[in-house]
């Protein structure tokens, strides 16, 4: 019988199997960020435990708040900094070298086809995009990985979604995925991997199929996986040439992470796009979904650009797109969170920045900050924002406020009218 892209990554790294379908499995790298990891390295400091199973293994970044905001998060930010001293990791990325970490690693080349990959971060599946297994953990698990390398988990169900069709002007990678999950539900994965295959994810840039899978979780999924295969290999070269005498070659590595014709399925779904259109949120809730042209052009004070999910420069450039020679609303403040240094500097160099301030766009450094409510954006009570981010929950980005998930196309559209608009208007679709 056939395995899936999981269950190989699973059979190559499983260390036990203590019961049932539990796994132990090793893990290539830990990545960190300063939320949830001084918890974990204050407990194991608390158990005399202070201890890293592999210095080179772990990746640390400062992103949520940064700088710090308050002494609360000065001191998350400093915990994280003196570990990472005291312990010799080297790739750890302080203010000026930090980026979004889901955006930041992947850009480092620190995922590879078949790694295993932990954080205490439930974004962390976005680096399956690589043909990776990557989730979110809980504080013990995580403080399991930080000292001994391994992680528990139960034996992968894989839940196939192959995409279909061609998408229409317009419509992007975060309409499919706000498509998919309108259909799953929000529970919808729960305790699966979700594996996106089918002609328009093999069409995909690596930064859209990290869109894809950068959402799984909002489906209930452990992890979203892409087949490694050439674009994967090219997105990679620059950190892997030295390992491989040519590009096919680390091909044909790389195949042994990819599905096997016979793999069985704990449930399949096919999703067509050929109708699809942009697509929003429109309660609090990854599922509710609609196109934008229902939404009844409900007013917005606020549109942010970035994140982990959309603040790449591919999405920086169709944004731009649609702001060019244009300004946002008066109704409207406009923020822009590059996700990382080397983006910022991209966009820079391209005219983006530019084309964003004299839009009025506000552009941030690098953070995840406004995402979840803590800085550089933050919503008042009753205020509304069409968001590039990946979660709508009821005050995620400020007490009292409202989110509508929807790609930088959309978001940008939104800015121009102070309305939840269809980015067909700007970017030539129907």
């Given at each position: 019988?056939?395995?899936?892209?999981?269950?190989?990554?699973?059979?190559?790294?499983?260390?036990?199997?203590?019961?049932?379908?539990?796994?132990?499995?090793?893990?290539?790298?830990?990545?960190?960020?300063?939320?949830?990891?001084?918890?974990?390295?204050?407990?194991?400091?608390?158990?005399?435990?202070?201890?890293?199973?592999?210095?080179?293994?772990?990746?640390a970044?400062?992103?949520?708040?940064t700088?710090?905001?308050?002494?609360?998060?000065?001191?998350?930010?400093?915990?994280?900094?003196?570990?990472?001293?005291?312990?010799?990791?080297?790739?750890?990325?302080?203010?000026?070298?930090?980026?979004?970490?889901?955006?930041?690693?992947?850009?480092?080349?620190?995922?590879r086809?078949?790694?295993?990959i932990?954080?205490?971060?439930?974004?962390?599946?976005?680096?399956?995009?690589?043909?990776?297994?990557?989730?979110?953990?809980?504080?013990?698990?995580?403080?399991?990985?930080?000292?001994?390398?391994?992680?528990a988990?139960h034996?992968p169900?894989?839940?196939?979604?192959?995409i279909?069709?061609?998408?229409?002007?317009?419509?992007?990678?975060?309409?499919?995925?706000?498509?998919?999950?309108?259909?799953?539900?929000?529970?919808?994965?729960?305790?699966?991997?979700?594996?996106?295959?089918?002609?328009?994810?093999?069409a995909?840039?690596?930064?859209?199929?990290?869109?894809?899978?950068?959402?799984?979780?909002?489906?209930?999924?452990t992890?979203?996986?892409?087949?490694?295969?050439?674009?994967?290999?090219?997105?990679?070269?620059?950190?892997?040439?030295?390992?491989?005498?040519?590009?096919?070659?680390?091909?044909?590595?790389y195949?042994?992470?990819?599905?096997?014709?016979?793999?069985?399925?704990?449930?399949?779904?096919?999703?067509?796009?050929?109708?699809?259109v942009?697509?929003?949120?429109?309660g609090?809730?990854?599922?509710?979904?609609?196109?934008?042209?229902?939404?009844g052009?409900?007013k917005?004070?606020?549109?942010?650009?970035g994140?982990?999910?959309?603040?790449?420069?591919?999405?920086?450039?169709?944004?731009?797109e649609?702001?060019r020679?244009?300004h946002?609303?008066?109704?409207?403040?406009?923020?822009?969170?590059?996700?990382?240094?080397?983006?910022?500097?991209?966009?820079?160099?391209?005219?983006?920045?530019?084309?964003?301030?004299?839009?009025?766009?506000?552009?941030?450094?690098?953070?995840?900050?406004?995402?979840?409510?803590?800085?550089?954006?933050?919503?008042?009570?009753?205020?509304?924002?069409?968001?590039?981010?990946?979660?709508?929950?009821?005050?995620?980005?400020?007490?009292g406020?409202?989110?509508?998930?929807?790609?930088?196309?959309?978001?940008?559209?939104?800015?121009?009218t102070?309305?939840?608009?269809?980015?067909?208007?700007?970017t030539?679709?129907?």
């Amino acid at each position: 019988m056939g395995k899936t892209i999981a269950e190989k990554i699973f059979e190559s790294h499983l260390v036990d199997n203590p019961s049932g379908d539990i796994q132990v499995i090793r893990l290539d790298a830990v990545f960190c960020h300063e939320i949830t990891t001084p918890i974990a390295i204050t407990d194991l400091e608390a158990r005399g435990m202070d201890r890293v199973f592999d210095p080179s293994k772990i990746k640390a970044v400062i992103d949520h708040v940064t700088p710090a905001k308050d002494s609360k998060t000065a001191m998350q930010g400093k915990i994280l900094r003196e570990w990472a001293l005291r312990h010799g990791i080297i790739d750890f990325f302080d203010i000026g070298d930090n980026g979004v970490c889901h955006a930041l690693f992947p850009e480092k080349g620190f995922v590879r086809p078949g790694y295993t990959i932990i954080m205490g971060d439930s974004h962390t599946c976005t680096h399956g995009a690589f043909g990776a297994f990557a989730a979110g953990v809980g504080t013990t698990d995580l403080e399991v990985g930080i000292l001994k390398g391994v992680c528990a988990f139960h034996a992968p169900q894989t839940m196939k979604v192959t995409i279909t069709g061609d998408l229409k002007p317009g419509v992007y990678a975060k309409d499919v995925i706000l498509g998919v999950i309108g259909q799953l539900g929000v529970n919808g994965a729960t305790n699966r991997v979700i594996e996106f295959t089918g002609p328009v994810v093999s069409a995909m840039s690596m930064e859209a199929r990290m869109t894809l899978c950068n959402m799984a979780i909002e489906a209930g999924g452990t992890c979203g996986i892409c087949a490694p295969d050439m674009t994967t290999v090219s997105y990679l070269w620059p950190f892997i040439k030295d390992e491989f005498p040519s590009k096919e070659a680390a091909l044909e590595a790389y195949g042994a992470f990819s599905a096997d014709a016979d793999a069985v399925y704990a449930e399949e779904m096919v999703f067509d796009v050929g109708e699809l259109v942009p697509m929003a949120t429109f309660g609090y809730k990854p599922d509710q979904v609609k196109p934008i042209a229902e939404m009844g052009g409900d007013k917005v004070d606020q549109v942010y650009i970035g994140s982990c999910t959309n603040g790449r420069i591919e999405d920086l450039r169709v944004a731009a797109e649609v702001l060019r020679g244009k300004h946002i609303h008066k109704s409207v403040r406009g923020v822009v969170s590059p996700a990382t240094p080397a983006v910022y500097k991209q966009a820079l160099k391209e005219g983006i920045i530019e084309v964003f301030m004299d839009a009025g766009f506000c552009v941030t450094n690098p953070t995840c900050g406004a995402c979840l409510g803590m800085s550089n954006g933050v919503l008042a009570e009753g205020e509304v924002c069409a968001s590039t981010t990946n979660r709508n929950f009821n005050g995620r980005m400020g007490k009292g406020g409202m989110v509508h998930l929807m790609s930088p196309a959309s978001a940008a559209a939104t800015a121009l009218t102070g309305v939840i608009t269809n980015s067909h208007i700007y970017t030539g679709g129907e």
